[in-house]
């Protein structure tokens, strides 16, 4: 009897941890489009609004242990979406397939004003993008993000 009631507390036991793991979603990959222009590398930074709800895929791009925090240059898609039931002048930044983040509504704008000046209106860009927070001086976890180095937006 001990050995059966085991059997069960194993089977019970592995039911649970794969209930609790498989209800992880991993981040929604997309396909890595082409592109018209690459921004230059400026040094400047530009921040992106939205990145609470893609810290997953964000987490994913910090590595192990945050291995790539501020460290490691990634290539940001900037991805005007016409279609997007929020904003039809929404731009989304996409990593590694990843949608990481969307420009502010202000800084969408002045960004596709920036892209039609380029004669480049509607066409996806790339940029060089860094992976900032993870963990604080005393080890407490705090929410990623992503600085695109693109030159700052006029309003």
């Given at each position: 009897?001990?050995g059966f009631?085991?059997?069960?507390?194993?089977?019970v036991?592995?039911?649970?941890?794969?209930?609790?793991?498989?209800?992880?979603?991993?981040?929604r990959?997309?396909?890595?489009?082409?592109?018209?222009?690459?921004?230059?590398?400026?040094?400047?930074?530009?921040?992106i609004?939205?990145?609470?709800?893609?810290?997953?895929?964000?987490?994913?791009?910090?590595?192990?242990?945050?291995?790539?925090i501020?460290?490691?240059?990634?290539?940001?898609?900037?991805?005007?979406?016409?279609?997007?039931?929020y904003?039809?002048?929404?731009?989304?930044?996409?990593?590694?397939?990843?949608?990481?983040?969307y420009?502010?509504?202000?800084d969408?704008?002045?960004?596709?004003?920036?892209l039609?000046?380029?004669?480049?209106s509607?066409?996806?860009?790339?940029?060089?993008?860094?992976?900032?927070?993870?963990?604080?001086?005393?080890?407490?976890?705090?929410?990623?993000?992503?600085?695109?180095?693109?030159?700052?937006?006029?309003?």
């Amino acid at each position: 009897m001990l050995g059966f009631s085991i059997a069960v507390i194993t089977v019970v036991s592995f039911c649970f941890y794969y209930a609790l793991n498989s209800s992880k979603k991993e981040p929604r990959k997309n396909p890595i489009p082409n592109v018209a222009y690459e921004w230059p590398d400026n040094g400047d930074e530009c921040d992106i609004v939205g990145e609470s709800y893609y810290q997953d895929a964000i987490k994913l791009l910090a590595g192990p242990d945050d291995e790539n925090i501020g460290s490691k240059k990634f290539k940001a898609f900037l991805i005007p979406e016409d279609n997007n039931p929020y904003d039809n002048k929404a731009v989304r930044v996409d990593i590694d397939g990843m949608t990481v983040g969307y420009f502010g509504r202000e800084d969408a704008r002045s960004f596709r004003r920036r892209l039609g000046a380029k004669k480049l209106s509607g066409q996806i860009t790339a940029c060089k993008a860094v992976v900032i927070g993870g963990r604080g001086p005393r080890g407490e976890q705090w929410n990623y993000g992503i600085f695109l180095s693109i030159e700052a937006f006029d309003w």
